[in-house]
């Protein structure tokens, strides 16, 4: 790719061109042009002869796909950039592999007061079990350790850590040589993470959005609150953001409303919502979701941390306030206490201010069709991560020895909530599952569940547009005339206009059809690369010799 460039980003005109531009404006541009920030025309090459004086810069796509910047809609940044640069047991295949990595990160890490990691998950080691308080003892030296589980709803610890936290053998949460969970767990990540110096949390928030960048993002919805990270850290966030020549960054703070006060207090933090981890359950892997029927391998059903009243409460408040309210539901149990909780705050403020209000809803793994129709009646986002059924979804996944293949082939269901005209917006909660755009977005045509699936095309809006969305921003994840100019470079093969479902025509190159086309994510295909991501036309990533 070779270019001219000029003048500062503020002010400048950029004409792209000789590549493949989706837009739904023309869906045979090959070229684009930007001014300051904004997107000014978009069209045919030919067309593109008359800009090319008159312009600051000349981008030669050669061939590259230009499309929207996506949007991330559920990310923790500094537990994403700790598990970039520290200690990350994702890929680990064995109880012996996590403990060496334990072992390895410790030695390298001399002055750390305590060690941070993420990312283990027994549910396939070939051993079958988590690592016992001992072994972990061993392994961190005798030093404070605190180690989350994928789905950061249990940690384990070792025993250094339990003895900065005062009576956490006395918390809700806590058994003996088993990960916490619920308060018991909150009191020991809050005390792990308190040890974070601010130049180590700048460095972990600045290297996950630059890793971010790198995968074509142009807007993170960070999703904080009291008993995931602390003030400091999300205010620390969005100044980063602020200054830094990255993604943009909309932070929502997870804490219960009850007066116009309270929704002053987290405006003033810079909030966009009191949404996001407002937890009304845990998780599936952590057993802590709440389901209306037992675990399949687990005689209870789950925790409960909010019912149909308190969330009412909040939805009520918030929508008087004029502040966006959400909450993070997985269990069947969880879904309809939000449910029954948005239809009395509806009752109580009224309907359409609650629509109005474009309340959003994390996960909502666990839905039937009861719960997507009230969905849509309220217009609640769904807010949802398809990477998590392609890490645990399946006959043989962890869903499955959870609950049962009956039920574990109900969840995510994508199709029926894009049917019932439901909003979704796409994300990662990385470091939950990385962050990785057509990753997801292949995850979602490629369902595990076939019903459950939807067209490339829809993922991919609910990845940009959706995204967007989701914070208000109509106008952005679009590439059409007076839309901001974010928006990537990609290196990729053949378009398709790709339906992964057995009753339709499976993928097209017909270009008569009027649909702009995108790569072919079939799995086992080469997915594309990113050259290039542009951010309110400042470039915020350019891939190394391109």
Not at 345 to 370: C, S
């Amino acid at each position: 790719m070779s270019e001219r460039t000029a003048h500062g980003h503020e002010t400048r005109t950029v004409l792209l061109r000789g590549g493949e531009v989706h837009s739904p404006a023309d869906p045979f541009a090959t070229a684009m042009v930007t001014q300051g920030g904004s997107i000014a025309w978009i069209g045919s090459e030919g067309a593109a002869d008359s800009f090319a004086d008159g312009v600051d810069e000349v981008v030669h796509l050669d061939g590259a796909l230009v499309t929207p910047a996506f949007t991330d809609a559920h990310v923790h940044t500094t537990a994403t950039g700790l598990a970039l640069t520290g200690l990350d047991l994702t890929g680990a295949a064995t109880l012996r592999d996590a403990l060496d990595r334990i072992r390895d990160y410790a030695a390298s890490r001399p002055g750390d007061p305590v060690l941070l990691g993420h990312g283990w998950d027994a549910t396939h080691w070939p051993e079958g079990r988590h690592p016992g308080r001992a072994e972990l003892d061993e392994a961190a030296g005798g030093r404070p350790l605190y180690l989350s589980r994928t789905d950061v709803h249990s940690a384990l610890v070792t025993t250094a850590l339990l003895e900065l936290v005062a009576d956490v053998a006395q918390l809700d949460g806590f058994a003996d040589g088993e990960p916490l969970t619920r308060d018991a767990h909150h009191a020991v990540r809050g005390r792990a993470y308190s040890t974070l110096t601010p130049a180590r949390r700048e460095e972990a928030q600045r290297a996950a959005l630059d890793h971010a960048a790198s995968l074509g993002i142009g807007d993170l919805h960070e999703c904080a609150g009291p008993g995931i990270s602390g003030e400091d850290d999300f205010t620390g966030l969005l100044a980063l953001s602020a200054r830094h020549n990255g993604p943009r960054v909309h932070g929502y703070w997870a804490e219960p409303v009850a007066s116009p006060a309270d929704a002053d207090r987290i405006r003033a933090l810079g909030a966009v919502g009191a949404a996001g981890d407002l937890f009304v359950d845990g998780s599936l892997g952590s057993r802590t979701a709440h389901l209306t029927a037992p675990y399949a391998d687990a005689p209870h059903t789950g925790s409960a941390y909010l019912d149909a009243d308190g969330v009412a409460a909040h939805v009520a408040a918030c929508t008087e306030a004029g502040l966006q309210a959400g909450f993070h539901a997985i269990g069947d149990a969880a879904l309809a206490a939000v449910t029954d909780g948005v239809r009395a705050a509806a009752a109580r403020v009224g309907t359409d201010r609650v629509r109005a209000a474009r309340h959003r809803i994390e996960h909502a793994e666990m839905l039937d069709e009861q719960t997507i129709a009230a969905f849509a009646e309220f217009a609640l986002t769904a807010s949802v991560q398809p990477a998590f059924d392609a890490a645990w979804g399946g006959p043989d996944g962890m869903y499955a020895a959870r609950l049962g293949e009956e039920r574990a082939a109900r969840l995510n269901p994508y199709a029926a909530l894009q049917r019932a005209g439901v909003p979704l917006a796409f994300g990662s909660d990385s470091p939950v599952t990385p962050m990785g755009p057509w990753e997801a977005v292949r995850a979602a045509a490629f369902h595990r569940t076939e019903g459950h699936r939807i067209s490339v095309r829809g993922g991919f809006t609910a990845h940009t547009r959706g995204g967007r969305r989701a914070v208000g921003a109509d106008e952005g994840g679009v590439l059409v005339p007076g839309a901001p100019a974010d928006y990537v470079l990609w290196r990729t093969g053949e378009l398709v206009v790709q339906a992964p479902d057995l009753r339709v025509a499976n993928w097209s190159t017909d270009p008569r059809s009027g649909t702009p086309g995108l790569p072919d994510l079939t799995p086992g295909g080469q997915l594309p690369v990113c050259l290039r991501t542009v951010v309110g036309g400042r470039t915020v990533h350019e891939r190394p010799n391109e």
